[in-house]
């Protein structure tokens, strides 16, 4: 079972940036969070992943707070493009990585 | 890099045929394997896990005589879907991991309708 819980939708205002929040409280320490989003009937797309400590890349930021109990992707400027439904995950990391989808967010970037 | 397909794209079967869906990691060994499938306006649900040169490990609930798996090479696994009824008819996903990777990298999808 999904170990993750997210907002059902978020909206967004394109060039803002998109913050959307994971709450995963059960965490184990060998767990990484992973996020992923997807594109309407297209496989998901792989966006970033982290332990324990925040980790930026080209397409967003991972802020993973001190207790590992929570996350929020930033999206720093949003285009119409990243309008997707985004996936936060929980799994650990070379050993067993089953990936268990939770229902994600719908984020829709307006105009 | 990381790049892996799957084939074909769609298929339309009749009712009782078995339909085999191919997963390729182009570009990279992909030592696990795993397999998911998506119904409309649902999140995608893991179907198995297979690890190249074994037998796949199934998720609870799904009939492993019905949905054959077989990760022969560390670039190819396939998903042959036996017997197929209106109610496989799904979007179903598969998605590669590599030996040192922690991510999984995710195909493109393929459509079955089942008549």
Redo the contacts between chains.
Sequence with gaps: DAKTTQPTSMDCAEGRAANLPCNHSTISGNEYVYWYRQIHSQGPQYIIHGLKNNETNEMASLIITEDRKSSTLILPHATLRDTAVYYCIVSPGPTGNQFYFGTGTSLTVIP | G?V?S?HPSWVICKSGTSVKIECRSLDFQAT?M?W?RQFPKQ????MA?SNEGSKATYEQGVEKDKFLINHASLTLSTLTVTSAHPEDSS?Y?C?A?G???????????T?LTVL
């Design positions: 990381a892996v799957q696990t795993f998911y999140s995608l649900m893991l896990t979007f996903i998605s991991r030996a040192r990777g922690v991510e999984q990298f995710f195909g493109p999808g459509r």
